[in-house]
């Protein structure tokens, strides 16, 4: 299946995250990533719940010293990425640099702080008539299908 995705991350501390090319002093807090899989959303997902992989992504980096919470999966045949974003930008700080390379926002990481972003992300994905499902570990991903997304 195809889609868009939102990763729930907490960083227990300040964080000094260096990338291939790039250094984000990160902050404490929760923090939402945006995400597209236009081959295998369950995969793209997946992989991120994995601990041991090889660093390709921004993400990769940030998940080193970070826990993934959980994951909202949005399937769509559609690009949704740079939406999803630009609707998070509205209403929290964007890291800027941080992923997105391919679409035309500044970033695909945003700072909520010691906010949990749970009833932001539900508003945001309601409000775009978006099907959804939040995902908490891998088992939950494979035991999912396109077909038990929430239309709310």
């Known amino acids: 299946m195809r889609g868009g995705y939102l990763l729930v991350i907490y960083l227990e501390k300040n964080q000094n ?3 291939k090319a790039r250094r984000f002093n990160l902050k404490k ?3 939402v990533y945006v995400g597209s899989a236009m081959n295998s959303l369950e995969k793209r997902v997946l992989r991120h719940f994995k601990k041991e992989k090889r660093f390709h992504w921004h993400i990769d980096y940030l998940l080193d010293k970070a826990q993934l919470i959980e994951a909202y999966l949005i399937p769509s045949n559609a690009r949704i990425e740079e939406k999803l974003s630009q609707a998070l930008s ?4 964007g890291i800027e640099g941080f992923g997105a390379s391919d679409i035309a926002v500044k970033t695909n990481l945003y700072y909520f702080g010691d906010t949990t972003p749970y009833g932001v992300l539900a508003n945001i994905l309601n409000s775009m008539k978006l099907r959804w499902k ?6 939950d991903i494979m035991e999912w299908g396109e077909e ?5």
């Open 17 to 19: 995250i260096r990338t």
């Open 29 to 31: 807090g929760y923090y």
């Open 90 to 93: 509205d209403v929290v700080i």
């Open 134 to 139: 939040r995902i908490k570990n891998p088992q």
């Open 148 to 152: 038990n997304a929430e239309d709310r």
